[in-house]
């Protein structure tokens, strides 16, 4: 068998290595060929030097030892994107704000890179910038990491590139860039000043909406979605089967209605229709207006606007903001804070503490998928009461220092029940 003639580079220092080559003409450096059983083809890479190369030549080789293929990774984040939306199977709004997540953040970024050029400092940098420059919280940080996340995850089980180089970034940042500030329930003295409040003419017809969310504790979604078929007065529960959703389509920027099974399988649930509750439906039934909406086949809603239709999440919200700024108008009364209808879902759950209800039955009522969640909120509770405790003491401590010294006692009492 003849010997294999052995090649020199062009000055006659280094002898080329088999699949070696070095570029002839005004075309400078090196080329390294190899052949991959995988693609059955031949897979290249170049560089300006031989010691460049030969660096080049191991990853390349790893890779085809390994099958990930070197013609896929020429494919940019954009294009497996694209691959990723059109395989993704889950509920039309969340797609849709992942997509818009992708849109907004991500693509100006990093869509047009090559997945193989993305590190974990191009990662690392691109999240420090959205948070640097206050793009984003630390909490919609979570959202663009997991679709990021997820397209390079299938990525990696494409054997397109070797590992996904977003794996650790966030918990990291987590700890330098804390979430904001946990949701505060309404205290008793607030939660009465609402009552108050939505009993007046001109709030009235809000009291069985917004009464039914802070007795039961449910979610915008599940609340707007009941049917009056979900309402078993004869059984005395109230039936949560579904969510009614009110999202953007990124795809035709259209805005839409669409039905959607409960958050998780512990959200759908039956809950007790109390004395108090039964009161509220029936002025529904009797003072409210009939539906006249079908969203996915689903009609006969319970809490539609004055023309019959479904009702969102951001009208609920508008209406809240405006009785909380007439109600302010009254100095003399005990002032509203600020707050959403996921308040009055929280602030349910905290009265649940308050009254002493044990943590799995509290969980079961509020539809938590972990008792975890729930877990967290009496945390939370119990260390306010203690901080409530510490300052009662010092209030007390300091009225007997000022009753010493001959002057009238004073303790404070702060009203921060939740």
């Known amino acids: 068998m003849p010997k294999k003639e052995t090649r020199y580079t062009e000055d006659g220092r280094h002898v080329l290595r088999p699949g070696e080559y070095q570029r002839s003409g005004d075309k400078k450096g090196y080329q390294y060929k190899l052949w991959n059983p995988h693609t059955r083809r031949f897979v290249t890479c170049s560089a ?27 494919d940019t984040l954009d294009a497996y994107y694209a691959i990723w939306a059109q395989n993704k199977r889950i509920k039309q709004n969340v797609l849709s704000n992942y997509k818009y997540m ?46 990021l996340h997820q397209i390079l995850d299938q990525a990696v089980r494409d054997d397109v590139i070797r590992r996904n180089v977003s794996d650790g970034i966030l918990p990291e940042l987590k700890q ?37 969310m802070l007795r039961t504790g449910l979610r915008v979604g599940e609340l707007t979605g009941l049917t009056w078929n979900d309402v078993d007065f004869a059984a005395g529960l109230l039936h949560i ?76 919200n508008k209406a809240l903001r405006r009785i909380i700024r007439d109600a302010n108008l009254d100095q003399d009364a005990i002032a509203l804070p600020a707050f959403s209808c996921h308040h009055l879902r929280h602030t349910y759950c905290t009265n649940l503490i308050m009254a002493g209800v044990e943590l799995t039955a509290a969980s079961a009522l509020m539809g938590h998928r972990d008792i975890q969640t729930t877990a967290n909120i009496y945390n939370d509770v119990q260390r306010e009461q203690k901080e409530l405790a510490a300052q009662q003491v010092s209030a007390y401590l300091a009225g007997e220092k000022k009753g010493k010294t001959g002057e009238k006692k004073s303790v404070h009492k702060n009203n921060t029940d939740q």
């Open 102 to 147: 992708y849109q907004k953040f991500i693509q100006p970024a990093l869509g047009s890179k090559k997945l193989k050029d993305i590190k974990y400092t191009t990662v690392q940098s691109f999240y420090l910038d959205l948070l640097d420059t206050g793009k984003v919280a630390i909490n919609t940080l979570e959202v663009v990491h997991n679709v």
């Open 241 to 316: 089967r579904r969510t009614l959703v009110y999202y953007k389509d990124t795809d035709s920027g259209e805005c839409r209605f669409v039905i959607n099974s409960t958050k998780t399988v512990t959200s759908a649930r039956d809950l007790p229709l109390t004395d108090e509750l039964r009161e509220y439906f029936q002025i529904q039934r009797n003072e409210g207006a009939k539906c006249r909406q079908t969203v996915d086949g689903v009609t006969d809603f319970v809490f539609v606007n004055r023309y019959g239709d479904v009702q969102h999440q951001g009208t609920l």
């Open 176 to 212: 330098r860039y804390p979430k904001p500030k946990k949701r505060r329930a309404l205290t008793r003295d607030e939660q009465d000043r609402f009552v108050e409040v939505l009993n007046t003419d001109v709030n009235r017809s809000w009291m069985p909406t917004f009464m039914t």
């Open 48 to 74: 300006q030097t031989l010691t460049e190369l030969r660096e080049k030549e191991k990853q390349l080789q790893r890779d085809v030892l390994d099958g990930v293929s070197s013609v896929k990774g020429k």
